[in-house]
Structures are given as C-alpha cells and as structure tokens.
C-alpha cells in the first residue's frame, strides 16, 4: 500500500466533510513555497529567475503556520527553491507534524544526508521527504544541470529509508524524456525501497530559460501511455504515491478539467492567483483567493492558451481525488485502478519497443534546445555558432 491507511482515511473523511458542507471549492494540499533560493540552476525551473534581493528572502515558522491554518487543506507540500537550505525548516516541519499535517518536504536530496545525521528530522507518519528525481543517472544530472546530483539524492534516500522516514520521488517528464529508461527508473527507485513515486509533465514557465522541451498533450498522453501501460506485477510492481485515476488522465485514458484551487500556493508574495504556474497577482488572504479570483477564466476548457497544454499534477490531480469521493462510479474506478494496474496494452508496447531506436538522453536534448558549436565556414575559417534543433549532426 504506497499511501498509508490513516492519510488516506483523513483525506477521504475531509473530502467527504467539505461535500456535506455544500463546499465548491477547497482545498487538498497546501503548496507552501518558504523559499525561492536554490542550491541548483535547473533550466525548466521558474523560480530560480527571481533577482538576488528576492531570493534573499524567505517566510518565517509563523507565517507558514498562518498560512496553514487559513488554508486547512489536509496535506502541505512543501516545494520551494530548496527547503532545506530555509534556516528554520525543522522548525516549521515540527510544527506542521504537532498540527498533524501530512507533509510532503519536496527536495532535491543535496542537503538530506547532512540534515539527516545532523538529527534536524525525526521519522513521522505525517513526514514525507519527496525526493526530485528526474530520471536515471544521466538523465536526471543533466535536467537538473549538474553532476554528481543523482548519486548525492540516492545516498540520501537510502540513510532516510533506512532511518525510518517515509521517502517518495517526484519526478518531471519533458519531451524527449526516453521511456524506456523512464521505466528502468522507476526499476531503480522501488529496489532503493521508496514508499512511491511521484509524475508529472513538466509545465513551460515564461520564466523558464527552457521553452523548447515540454510537453504538448498529445505528446504527454503518449509518453505517458507507453511508460505506464504493461507494467510488470509481483514483486517488481511499481507504487505510484498519487491518484491512480490522475496516471489515467496521463495515459489518455480518462479526461478531467483543472481544479487549480485544489493546491493552492502560499509563499512571499502571498496567496497566487490561480496556481503556482502562472504569474497572475497574488492576495493577503486564502478568502480572497477563493472569492476573487476568476476560476472560469482558467483550465483546459476556458480557452487560456496558458492553460492550453497544461496537464501538471497541481492541476489535475485534485480533480482525479474528487472525481474519487464524488459517486459511487468514481470510487469503484480508483479501486479497479488499484487492483488491476497492469494495463496491457500490445500496441504501447510496440511502440515503446521502437523508441529503443530513437536518439533520447542527453546528446538528444543538446541537440534540441541548440548549441555552441564550432563550425568550418564555406571561406574555411572557423567560427562558433548556434546550432539549431535537429541540425547538430
Ligand atoms: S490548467 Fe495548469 S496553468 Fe492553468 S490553472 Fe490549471 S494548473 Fe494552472
């Protein structure tokens, strides 16, 4: 079971609470952002842009736990920047857990073997270190820009699992992502002994340096379909830390609209209208987010080209979680999606046998975002240009 008994019953009690109490719109997981610094420079990464005196800045234990309270939500995802470089992270991790708050504390593992013999965590029900994988060795060293980053995460995952701590990955998929390698990753992280993993497409941030590499929904459904159809059963199964019906809508089996209240974001600047993705203004209080802000105007359906591609987690996992606890059918799908989660499917794997043939890895995505590279002009000097997609060879 990837999600233990008591999470899952406090969420479905707080669903089922919030439905009887005739409530349109609430929340499921707080995304707290305490921090925008990093101690990485990813290229897909929207926050890291902010200047110096914004990533100076940071929220405060009382702040976060304001923010908590207001908001209600039964998880708290903390993201940031990297919260283990915000000085008072055990602080506010201790209070949420005396709060009895699930929390997911999204790293990118750099600092966890450190924290962790340093005796700043103590091993809870309520904490969850969500390590940001991004795919095998190489994969994940080159989308997070650095190397060395994928072995650093691995030995903190092992001391957690082996301390005790309730460990998951996330991970970001952007076009070009090799499924084939996507899946022997997911190989990897279940013999690390993870609780569960974590997907999501990766969303194009304006403030992105990378505008080239994510996904378009077509693309994402067939990603997704070939890397998590025909997955293999027993022991070598893969648990997944998120709604099964969410993983449908990514293989294109199922449609759903976004519920962007269902994770709100807090952070320095406030309350962010309407989702963590989008740079829409922001409020002083979690009221005014739900009252103000213009819903309509957002998700796949309204016509917002912002929206157009968007297929994130943030998104469109709550939808999932609702359509769960919304009707008798809902339920009964989750159930069958848990109990029979191979998902043969002759044609996916097909294809996924013909991607072995295709160029992924990181030569790939040099190729496609273009590069420095020398080249031997017609009058025969030598000059660097900038190498366009596809054009490299
Ligand atoms: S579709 Fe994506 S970008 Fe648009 S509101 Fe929902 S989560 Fe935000």
């Avoid at 990485?40 to 736990?65: D, N, S």
């Avoid at 709060?99 to 750099?110: D, F, S, V």
């Avoid at 080249?375 to 660097?384: A, C, F, L, M, S």
Wanted: net charge positive.
């Amino acid at each position: 079971m990837p999600v233990p008994i008591s999470q899952m019953w406090t969420v479905a009690t707080y669903v089922l609470k919030q439905r009887l109490q005739g409530r349109k719109r609430y929340p499921l997981v707080l995304m707290l952002e305490p921090l925008f610094r990093c101690n990485l420079a990813c290229a897909g990464c929207g926050k890291i842009q902010y200047p110096p005196h914004i990533l100076k800045r940071q929220l405060t234990p009382a702040q976060c736990f304001k923010a908590v309270e207001e908001c209600g939500a039964p998880m708290v995802s903390i993201p940031g920047g990297e919260p283990l470089l915000h000085p008072n992270i055990k602080e506010i991790v201790e209070g949420l857990v005396a709060r009895r708050k699930y929390i997911y504390l999204c790293t990118n593992a750099l600092l966890l073997k450190e924290k962790l013999e340093a005796g700043w965590f103590k091993p809870s029900k309520y904490l969850t270190f969500s390590v940001h994988m991004d795919g095998q060795e190489e994969h994940h060293d080159f989308a997070v820009c650095r190397e060395g980053t994928y072995e650093k995460a691995v030995d903190g995952i092992r001391l957690a699992v082996k301390m005790g701590f309730r460990v998951t990955t996330n991970t970001t998929l952007f076009d070009g992502a090799d499924p084939n390698s996507v899946r022997a990753f997911f190989d990897e992280m279940m013999a690390l002994g993870v609780e569960g993993m974590m997907l999501s497409p990766g969303y194009a941030y304006e403030k992105a340096p990378d505008q080239k590499n994510f996904l378009k929904r077509q693309k994402t459904n067939e990603l997704f379909e070939m890397i998590l159809s025909n997955r293999k059963d027993g022991k070598q199964k893969w648990r997944f830390n998120q709604s099964p019906l969410f993983l449908e809508f990514l293989m294109g089996t199922r449609q759903y609209e976004c519920t962007p209240w269902g994770m709100p974001t807090y952070n320095i600047f406030g309350w962010q209208k309407p989702c963590y993705l989008l740079q829409e203004g922001y409020v002083d209080t979690f009221s005014e987010l739900i009252d103000e802000t213009e819903w309509e105007r957002y998700g796949h359906s309204s016509g917002n080209p912002k929206c157009a591609n968007c297929m994130v987690h943030s998104g469109y996992e709550a939808s999932a979680v609702n359509h769960t606890f919304a009707s008798v059918g809902g339920m009964f799908a989750t159930v069958k999606a848990m109990l029979f989660n191979t998902y043969a499917n002759p044609a996916a794997k097909r294809r996924l046998d013909e991607e072995k043939a295709k160029p992924h890895g990181p030569v790939a995505h040099l190729v496609q975002l273009g590069i420095a590279a020398d080249v031997v002009e017609k009058d025969g000097k030598r000059t660097v240009r900038l190498v366009e997609s596809g054009s490299a060879a």
